[in-house]
């Protein structure tokens, strides 16, 4: 309701001038369908001049061809709110509401009529549409990878080889060509995917990573492609989209693409080739807007050669090659990455747990086979096990189920006692280096082997043995 008192500016004209202003079309009428107003809108729409309008009665614009029918007839005659689509004279249809006006003892007073081209209100739902499309396209996207997957961690990178790294992939992001991105397992393949997505120009849009060895091979088509409804026994009734549906517009990671089958690789390179996809038991082909990134552990020149990995795919694939390092061969980030873990864990289980220097040091001089995700797992496990807030690594720790026991020790010694002599200091040297002579024999002279089971680093091995 208006309130003349708060608007005291509003005068008459002003008001007739917002009558005169508004975009759509307005026309006011008495109960027999008489125009009284009707604004410049309003009169456009019929193609006549404001004086051929005002004044003369609906009915006879109808007859004179102005519109094919009039809401507002229809709103007199059943007293009620009634909207309709009008043709006027040009061909243009407009979407037309009349409204009537009653007094106290409900007799029709005024009807007034609001008129909108079709077209913008067929454009307001096509958006609508499109609203409603990308609200379920990133349900979709939360209910594949989870909730908690939401949140990202950025790579850390102390080391020069690292921030090199990050350099290439920020450029790398700016583009939409395909990545590939190679290294060892668990050196954080995905958490550079993910960077790449989050500096590039789709950040607003989804990042799907998919583990292409998780997926089952009778699961895979329909996975990537979606499928119909009724595609197959035991499919969804109302069809399911698929990967490449899910992450439109955004990207799409493929993480052990090595592992696809041979006859899963000629549809995605199908589709990386034409944009095109048909979901299972659909006739139709669906554009697809999807940024790939591929990540492999593996060697694919060799899968190519040897027949398991198709040639084309590959080269379309490997566009640009991004080569993460081990850890072992970034030290400066083995530190920030274990303290980066502990506040992550922290915060997980409400804990105040710190790193003894030891512990810190010993991270340093370890190799790492695992990289940056046996990493994860050590502090993991020291936080969960320790019973203390200042963690201290042991040997066990880092290299479970390691056959570098108490027993195998002690057995070494009672074989020195046997056949030694001497002062204490002297048999505790001879024992550690037969002990280190054993472990060498067993690992077959590999220096960087045998230090990881006697949890020293290489350089102190090599500093004993020159001893």
């Not at 809401?71 to 006027?88: D, P, S």
């Not at 992939?169 to 995905?190: M, N, P, Y």
């Not at 992450?247 to 006859?263: K, Q, R, S, V």
């Amino acid at each position: 309701m208006i309130s003349y008192e708060r608007m005291p500016e509003v005068s008459l004209i002003n008001l007739e001038k917002i009558f005169e202003a508004s975009y759509d079309g307005i026309m006011v009428t008495d109960k027999f369908g008489n125009i009284l107003l009707a604004n410049p809108a309003a009169v456009k729409f019929m193609e006549k001049l404001t004086d051929e309008v005002v004044g003369a009665n609906v009915q006879d614009i109808v007859k004179k061809g102005g519109t094919d029918r009039s809401t507002t007839m229809e709103a007199i005659q059943k007293r009620a709110t009634f909207t309709g689509l009008v043709t006027v004279s040009s061909g243009e249809k407009v979407m037309s509401t009349s409204i009537p006006l009653l007094d106290e003892n409900g007799e029709i007073i005024l009807v007034v009529t609001n008129v909108r081209p079709r077209d913008l209100i067929d454009q307001y739902i096509d958006e609508l549409e499109k609203e409603r499309e990308n609200a379920q396209r990133y349900k979709n996207a939360v209910d594949y990878i989870g909730k908690n997957y939401l949140a990202r961690r950025e790579p850390i990178a102390k080391s020069r080889k690292m921030q090199q790294v990050l350099q290439t992939a920020k450029k790398i992001a700016q583009t939409d060509s395909t990545v590939l991105i190679l290294g060892e397992t668990g050196t954080g393949k995905e958490v550079i995917s993910n960077y790449i997505h989050s500096q590039s120009h789709r950040n607003k849009e989804p990042f799907i990573p998919v583990n292409c060895a998780a997926i089952p091979y009778e699961l895979m088509e329909s996975e990537f492609f979606g499928y119909e409804r009724g595609a197959f026994s035991g499919a969804n009734a109302r069809g399911k989209p698929g990967l490449f549906e899910i992450a439109n517009n955004g990207t799409l990671f493929l993480d052990e693409i090595g592992e696809l089958p041979l006859g899963l690789q000629s549809k995605l390179l199908r589709v990386l080739e034409s944009g095109e996809f048909k979901r299972v038991g659909g006739t139709s082909s669906q554009k697809t807007n999807v940024r790939l990134l591929a990540a492999t552990n593996k060697n694919l020149r060799d899968m190519v050669k040897e027949k398991v990995f198709r040639e084309d795919l590959y080269y379309r694939l490997n566009v640009i090659p991004l080569v993460l390092p081990p850890l072992h061969e970034r030290p400066e980030d083995v530190e920030a990455l274990a303290q980066s873990f502990l506040e992550e864990l922290n915060r997980k289980y409400n804990y105040k747990k710190r790193f003894a220097i030891i512990t810190l040091q010993a991270f340093r001089q370890y190799e790492w086979p695992g990289n940056v995700r046996e990493l994860r797992n050590v502090v993991e496990r020291l936080v969960i096990t320790s019973a203390s807030d200042e963690l201290l690594l042991t040997h066990e720790l880092l290299n479970p189920g390691n056959d570098v026991t108490a027993e195998a020790k002690a057995d070494v010694a009672n074989q020195v006692a046997l056949e030694y002599n001497g002062d204490l200091k002297s048999f505790m040297k001879k024992i550690e280096h037969t002990y280190i002579e054993r472990v060498l024999k067993e690992c077959n002279g590999k220096i960087a082997q045998a230090a990881r089971r006697l949890g020293i680093h290489r350089t102190l091995l090599y500093r004993k043995l020159g001893k």
